[in-house]
């Protein structure tokens, strides 16, 4: 019978000299944990808390109004909030003009933007021109856009100007002088817009005027040309005359009538014939100028009543666009719109940026969820291959 036996396969104890190494705790750290959280976090602590140069706020607010602009209601909030309000569009230009081109030209006849938003100290990162911008106009344009925030409330209509400086009285200064320009930009809106309105209303006062002496000298050629004034009038006084003639001719056959009634042998009648024919005579030839020929009056009433209706019609134009002037140099006299300072930009007395521990807070939440989400994908991967 078989016993059974143990057999011990491993290092002899009494060979065993020295105890295992124990591991420091930062060594048993992931690589991955360190390259992906701790050292950008560690970076941008060294930056934020030891490199970052601090930075002045000027804040001011402001409105761009209409001078009969009314207290919006509830409707009109609505429609600010979706974006159909005009004061909206107007405030929206200023905005665009402090950071466009031209604005910021204006800016550079006063102040040396080169030198104040130069870097400062050891920070290369927060001045101007950082090591991988150029020094040229545009670049000076997108950096400048680093310094100035503007915003805009839809619910109120105030828009927000905000101004980092490396000085406080620089901040103020340049917040001051983009307000400023902001206000010549509305200036010159209302400007172009009076001086547009006034051309415009005189233009068609004059195209007006010109039409009316054309169809004057129309008027006048017609007159000329058919030598009477009023053919209209004349129609009139044409029918008038028929009317007095048939009238005599009424009369003068009620006098022949009882004449032949009471003598019949009277020598008078044919007298009387006479003269109603002659009567007769004059009342077709009346007839033919009024109407009935192609020299009548009646064809030629109608060309001469278009001219009369063009003459009114561009009369009433005339007096129109003589109004329309009127009113648009009274427009030009008052100002339209204008940029209301409800708060002045202020003077920063300690530096408010940048906000260095929520930048540094910030940096390592964000390497904290990328790096978790890196880990799920990871674990995930491996979890596949070890069932496949």
């Given at each position: 019978m078989s016993e059974t036996k143990i057999n011990y396969v491993g290092p002899i104890p009494q060979l065993i000299t020295s105890s295992p190494t124990e591991t420091r705790?930062?060594?048993?750290?992931?690589?991955?944990?360190?390259?992906?959280?701790?050292?950008?976090?560690?970076?941008?602590a060294i930056?934020?808390?030891?490199?970052?140069?601090?930075?002045?706020?000027?804040?001011?607010?402001?409105?761009?109004?209409?001078?009969?602009q009314s207290q919006a209601?509830?409707?009109?909030?609505?429609?600010?909030?979706?974006?159909?309000?005009?004061?909206?569009?107007?405030?929206?230009a200023v905005h665009e003009y402090v950071l466009s081109s031209d604005g910021i030209q204006e800016l550079r006849?006063?102040?040396?933007?080169?030198?104040i938003l130069a870097p400062r100290g050891g920070d290369p990162l927060t001045g101007w021109p950082r090591f991988w911008e150029g020094d040229s106009d545009e670049g000076l344009r997108k950096a400048f856009k680093r310094f100035v925030v503007t915003g805009y409330d839809a619910t109120t209509g105030i828009s927000t100007l905000r101004v980092e400086s490396f000085d406080p009285k620089i901040a103020q200064s340049l917040n001051v002088a983009m307000l400023d320009g902001g206000e010549r930009l509305v200036n010159r809106m209302n400007t172009r817009a009076t001086e547009d309105a006034v051309r415009d209303a005189?233009?068609?006062?004059?195209?007006?005027?010109?039409?009316?002496?054309?169809?004057?000298?129309?008027?006048?050629?017609?007159?000329?040309?058919?030598?009477?004034?009023?053919?209209?009038?004349?129609?009139?006084?044409?029918?008038?005359?028929?009317?007095?003639?048939?009238?005599?001719?009424?009369?003068l056959k009620a006098e022949r009538t009882q004449l032949a009634a009471d003598a019949p042998r009277s020598p008078q009648l044919p007298m009387l014939d006479s003269r109603i024919?002659?009567?007769?005579?004059?009342?077709?030839?009346?007839?033919?100028?009024?109407?009935?020929?192609?020299?009548?009056?009646?064809?030629?009433?109608?060309?001469?009543?278009?001219?009369?209706?063009?003459?009114?019609?561009?009369n009433k134009e005339l007096a129109e666009a003589t109004a329309g002037v009127v009113t648009a140099e009274q427009e030009a006299r008052r100002q339209k719109l204008y940029l209301e300072r409800i708060v002045s930009?202020?003077?920063?007395?300690?530096?408010?940026?940048?906000?260095?521990?929520?930048?540094?807070?910030?940096?390592?939440?964000?390497?904290m969820l990328i790096y978790g989400l890196g880990w799920l994908i990871w674990a995930g991967v491996r979890e596949h291959r070890q069932l496949g």
């Open positions: 705790w930062w060594r048993r750290l992931p690589t991955g944990f360190l390259s992906v959280v701790v050292v950008p976090t560690l970076l941008v930056y934020y808390l030891l490199i970052a140069s601090p930075l002045y706020v000027s804040e001011a607010r402001f409105v761009v109004r209409q001078a009969n209601t509830s409707l009109g909030f609505v429609l600010q909030g979706v974006g159909l309000s005009a004061s909206a569009s107007d405030a929206f006849q006063r102040f040396d933007l080169q030198k005189k233009r068609s006062q004059e195209e007006a005027r010109t039409r009316l002496s054309e169809i004057q000298s129309q008027l006048a050629a017609f007159r000329n040309r058919e030598q009477f004034i009023d053919p209209a009038r004349t129609a009139t006084e044409g029918s008038a005359l028929v009317g007095n003639l048939l009238a005599a001719i009424a009369n024919a002659a009567y007769e005579s004059q009342v077709a030839t009346e007839r033919a100028k009024i109407a009935g020929s192609s020299n009548s009056l009646a064809s030629k009433i109608s060309g001469y009543e278009d001219l009369s209706l063009r003459r009114e019609l561009a930009p202020s003077y920063p007395d300690k530096p408010t940026e940048p906000r260095r521990l929520v930048a540094v807070l910030t940096m390592f939440f964000s390497t």
